[in-house]
């Protein structure tokens, strides 16, 4: 059974860092895409970055050169680093992963993931 559970976020000021992180458990197969996504109150969840099974990284213009996304494989964990953060950043962040054997190269859509984690806060004030 696949896990994912967030840690990390928190509430920062504008042009602060923050990093969120993501345990994994439960997934095999050696094609993966894991993936960040993000939702405000009153809007669409959005994707804001993901990580294929050959390291390849993708990004919202949003946060394209503010956020990096990487994945440690011998910790399982999936992390957002997050840099100038700006208030319109303010949401929930989800941290998910398609079905085993899928892999990613582009941002993918809400509806090819197949799990998602419970989320974690992320606030920016001006």
């Known amino acids: 059974q696949v896990q994912l559970e967030e840690s990390g976020g928190g509430s920062v000021q504008a042009g602060g860092s923050l990093r969120a992180s993501c345990a994994i458990s439960?997934?095999?197969?050696?094609?993966?895409?894991f993936a960040w996504f993000r939702q405000a109150p009153g809007k669409a969840r959005e994707g804001v970055a993901s990580?294929?099974?050959?390291?390849?990284?993708a990004y919202a213009d949003s946060v394209n050169g503010r956020f990096t996304i990487a994945k440690d494989n011998a910790k399982n964990t999936l992390y957002l680093h997050m840099n100038y953060l700006q208030p319109e950043d303010t949401a929930m962040y989800y941290c998910a992963a398609a079905n085993p054997w899928n892999d990613c190269f582009s941002l993918p859509r809400a509806t090819y993931i197949s799990y998602w984690g419970q989320g974690t806060q992320v606030t920016v004030s001006s």
């Open positions: 439960g997934m095999t197969g050696v094609r993966q895409c």
């Open positions: 990580i294929g099974s050959d390291g390849t990284t």
